[in-house]
């Protein structure tokens, strides 16, 4: 596809400036408002070497520059030089694109032979799958997608939490009063009372933590009683965990947790017992990271356990190992920033050069109205439950809306489960967020059932208008401001993926769905079109097609599905 940006940059540079091509690209921008134009050129940094004010630069180059095809003309605003691409050559190239590439327009080939490992979600066995987790789930999902559709060779992996000390709680706390009948009617909520009642005697009773931290030890060192209790918790919260993965539709290709790492624990402190790394500290052994302005991190407990640091140690050398990473991803909460930032210094000091490969990506937290979200007291709700609500709030949406609607069980899934995840991956992932019902699942605001609606309703207009797209329409019927507005969104998706892909941040193909679909809208109101003459109908026919491909692809990035009708 032409690359408007750098023809313009080509033609600039070649109209005696004295910029390189480099320097006119990096200064090129796209206008605040799309009336002024579709790309900015700003004159600023020529005042000197023409000695001249930039309006008046500005005014000049218009006059005098030899403007390619692909542009129609040149427009002074200020101190600026705005270029309108032309209409016809837009819509000639980017609809055409669309239609050839189908699924695969926005992708490309930029992680060609390179790896990413992205882990997302890692839930913590014998403990809830709540809301809390939604934000690793659905952004690590999206970006896992995002990844290999710029070309990357993705694993997607789910880093359970499956060890540690608190196993030893819960082991310790089933000893006491475990009830096999009660914990297989309803897992989590069983296991959950076990860890908090257990919780709340060890800090009337230390002498209960020490009984924890034993069976920690036991486990550790394959006690057949504490394994057994172990898997059997294991196999019972994953069971509960794939029905929420099931409903989002995420799949991984690899469940290998915290204790799948815990048999290269003994190479790891020999390995840093080698490299000189470990220091004895009041019986503990641990990495001195004072040079580096970070706490000490504990590698060895005292009672001899590892720690969840020195599992993510044995993880990241084992991915290297297993997957040779161009990108080892993880997708976890800002509150662990420290953790991370300690796991890259140790592996530096450890020699690995692939530490700086090793990317942590942050996300703030999420809140309910008036529920607290924390795990220890007990308090908590469900994912599985937010989704259902969603998805039967849908239902009733649809029933006052579209009573008819055929598959409506279907399609109130698929609204409400991706109004949940869309609203998830709106914002930049950093902010803290309260989730809201209300805006979630509002058909007209910046949501994702706007976004599914309007790539139903381009496939309504495609079907009634009962024939074959012609991907050999006349362009030269493509006059409207709005439809070049809209093709220029259509445009811009390809950068936004690339620029998702860059930052690790979702919400830039978000963001673009909403652009697309408003631009949509606008033109739907204002050019008619299977009443519209034949030449103009079928131009218009191939943009709703390409609209609705657009979208589609957009929506499977993060994970969210296009119903058909709504
Ligand atoms: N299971 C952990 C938690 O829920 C997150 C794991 C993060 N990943 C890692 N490699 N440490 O807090």
Known sequence: MINFKLELAEMLAGSDLGMDLDEILSLIEIPPDRDMGDFAFPCFKLAKAFRKAPPIIAQELSEKLALPPSIDRAQPLGPYLNFFVSRGVLAREVITEVLTRGEGYGSSDIGKGKRAVVEFSSTNIAKPFHIGHIRSTVIGNALNHIYRFCGYDTTSVNYLGDFGTQFGMMIAAYKLWGDRDRIHQDPIRELLKLYVDYNQLALEDPEKMDEARRWFNELENKNPEAVELWTW???????????????????????????????????????????????????AMIIDLEDVDLPNMIVIKRDGSSTYITRDIATAQYRKREYDFDKNIYVVGSEQILHFNQLKACLSKMGYAWSKDCVHVPFGMISLKDVTLSTRKGQVVFLEDVLNLAIEKTRDIIDARNPDLENKEEVSKQVGIGAVMFQELFNGRIKDYVFDWDSALNFEGETGPYVQYTQARAGSILAKAGTTVD???????????????????????????????????????????????????????????????????????ALVAATQQVIQNGLALLGIQSPEKM
């Open 233 to 283: 918790f294991k196999e019972i919260s994953l069971g509960e965990f794939n029905r929420v993965y099931k409903m989002l539709g995420i799949e991984f290709d690899s469940y290998n947790g915290e204790s799948y790492s815990s048999q290269f624990i003994e190479g790891v402190i020999e390995e840093l017992n080698e490299k000189k790394l470990l220091v004895e500290s009041d019986g």
């Open 471 to 541: 991907p050999d329409f006349d362009s030269s019927a493509i006059t409207m401001d709005t439809e070049a507005q809209l093709i220029m969104e259509i445009y811009d998706f390809p950068r936004r993926v690339v620029e998702a892909m860059e930052k690790y941040e979702p919400s830039y193909v978000t963001r673009q769905l909403i652009e697309i679909s408003k631009c949509f809208n606008k033109f739907y109101n204002n050019c008619p079109i299977l009443s519209a003459d034949e030449k103009t109908k079928r131009a218009r026919l």
